[in-house]
């Protein structure tokens, strides 16, 4: 892919939010997208149409991450009132709560079968929780971190976690093992590669990191951006060639994923770029901002 064929013209607006936006996401086929905000509010798009569709409200401070199960029926929240919500897409209704974290909670996943979410939490911990079970409690915690966990990942098999104490941790959940990588600067976020074999890792000394899965080895290092004092979303391009990220400045940035050269760079946002989110299948991205808006990118 060359850089003609990265997305950077603005196709659409999506306007809604009152003050900053702090995550957006794609949803699994790319078809919707999820934002959320200082303003307590998590709202539902058509991004291809630049429609908003439903705007969700419980959350008695800002909500921090959204993530919504792959066949769109509902939608996991949390944020600066400790409290991870489950909600039905359609009514907008909250199922469940689940309560336990004693902190602001910064990331929520589903797992791929919709049937445990995991949480990452200010104080210091990630919590698994059983969507089907009516216990309050989770069912597994993850408190081995010296520091704020920022972001999660999940496969099949493990819990993967970044923190502010300069580590990304790895749980197996089948055998209770952990491996730690240790990066030496704050991670406030990760993500995988689309095959699964490399961890994204976000660093507060304004690079990003991209590692081996399995071994651990540091592949290689993506510099040019702003990262200092936000929590800036990264990730890979649906075909795994380039990395994105966003930077205070407001800038978008690509990278190549081998050689880490800077392929593009485009002021997107009049203020910091907290969130990148790239579509599944096609040639186009949604950047989100404390700017409140969230924009659509094609190529």
């Known amino acids: 892919m060359s850089e003609g064929e990265l997305p950077r013209r603005e196709a659409t607006v999506l306007k809604g939010h009152e003050g900053a936006v702090l995550a957006a996401r794609f949803n699994g086929d790319g078809n919707y997208c999820l934002s959320c905000g200082k303003d307590r509010t998590i709202r539902l798009w058509n991004p291809h149409r630049g429609t908003h569709i439903k705007t969700y409200k419980s959350h008695g401070r800002e909500v921090r991450d959204v993530h919504v199960t792959p066949d769109n029926s509902k939608l996991i929240s949390c944020g600066g009132d400790r409290q991870i919500f489950l909600w039905d897409v359609t009514t907008g209704k909250v199922i469940r709560k689940f309560r ?10 589903f797992n791929e079968y919709s049937s445990v979410v ?38 099949k098999t493990e819990m993967i976690g970044g923190s502010v104490d300069g580590t990304v941790r790895t749980f197996d ?21 689309n095959d699964g074999n490399c961890i994204l890792a976000s660093c507060l000394d304004s690079t990003l990191r ?15 951006h702003t990262c200092k004092s936000y929590k800036l979303d990264c990730c890979l391009t649906n075909s795994d060639a380039h990395v994105v990220g966003g ?34 299948k096609d040639s186009c991205m949604i950047t989100a901002s404390v700017d409140s808006t969230i924009r659509v990118w094609r190529t």
């Open 100 to 109: 336990g974290h004693d902190s602001e909670v910064n990331a929520v996943k």
């Open 118 to 155: 995991v949480s990452a939490g200010y104080d210091q911990s990630l919590r698994a929780w059983d969507c089907r079970s009516h216990s309050p409690e989770p069912i597994q915690i993850v408190d081995t971190f010296s520091d704020s966990v920022m972001s999660v990942c999940l496969t």
């Open 173 to 193: 959940i089948r055998i209770g093992r952990e491996i730690c990588d240790d990066l030496g600067q704050p991670v406030n976020c990760i993500s995988l590669s």
């Open 210 to 224: 991209l590692l081996d899965r399995s071994t651990g080895e540091l592949l290689q290092e993506y510099k040019g």
């Open 247 to 280: 930077s205070e400045d407001g800038y978008i940035y690509f990278w190549d994923l081998v050689d880490a050269s800077v392929l593009s760079r485009f002021r997107a946002h009049a203020a910091v770029v907290t969130s990148v989110s790239y579509h599944p």
